[in-house]
């Protein structure tokens, strides 16, 4: 549908700025529906004032208005692919960037983690200190399920406790541990998640 005339289009040769505003105020509201169907709304706007900067820097021959519409298009329909390739480029980027932060930040913890025989002995003191502050029940339900490896619903049956306090019990011990064995966590998670 040809909305402009061979005139404007003559003019638009000429590099008329009359002839370029009727142009833009035609195609822009056009080019940008077509563009934020590919990008977000503010990108596309950008995106097709760009097309039209480089369409009056570069002024090209024109002939009919379907080769400046292939021209306007052509150009948006580019300058979208380049931003999402950007993106694209900027995502992975970002999560190889964080990806290698997560392996220093591992390697610097590996490197600090004490295991020598001292850390070890500090931890069994440190458990035991541990369960002899929790109170009395919740020692006895911990004690069960990590030194007896009985089930939660055994427990709850052998203590006459419903399933949901032996499960309120150990959570509450799994904390403490949690608070006391902070700096030893790598070397006793599975005892104490288990």
């Given at each position: ?41 503010e ?18 021959p ?21 931003r ?43 458990i ?5 502050q ?13 030194m ?13 406790i ?15 541990f ?17």
């Amino acid at each position: 549908m040809n909305v402009l005339s061979q005139e404007v289009i003559e003019l638009l040769n000429r590099k008329q700025e009359a002839a370029f505003e009727v142009l833009f105020s035609l195609y822009y509201p056009r080019l940008v529906y077509f563009a934020k169907e590919y990008v977000p709304y503010e990108d596309a706007k950008n995106l097709v004032q760009d097309a039209f900067v480089s369409f009056w820097e570069k002024n090209p021959p024109l002939y009919s208005e379907p080769q400046l519409q292939s021209y306007l298009y052509t150009v948006v329909k580019n300058n979208c692919l380049m931003r999402l390739r950007h993106e694209k480029l900027e995502k992975r980027y970002s999560e190889l960037a964080e990806l290698k932060l997560q392996k220093d930040l591992h390697l610097l913890a590996l490197e600090q983690l004490d295991t020598t025989e001292g850390a070890f002995r500090e931890i069994e003191t440190i458990i035991g200190k541990t369960l002899s502050q929790l109170p009395g029940k919740c020692r006895e339900v911990f004690l069960l399920s990590r030194m007896e490896g009985r089930k939660n619903h055994e427990i709850a049956l052998a203590l006459d406790i419903s399933d949901k306090a032996v499960e309120a019990h150990i959570t509450r011990a799994i904390k403490s541990f949690r608070v006391a064995l902070r700096d030893f966590l790598p070397l006793v998670s599975f005892w104490i998640l288990s």
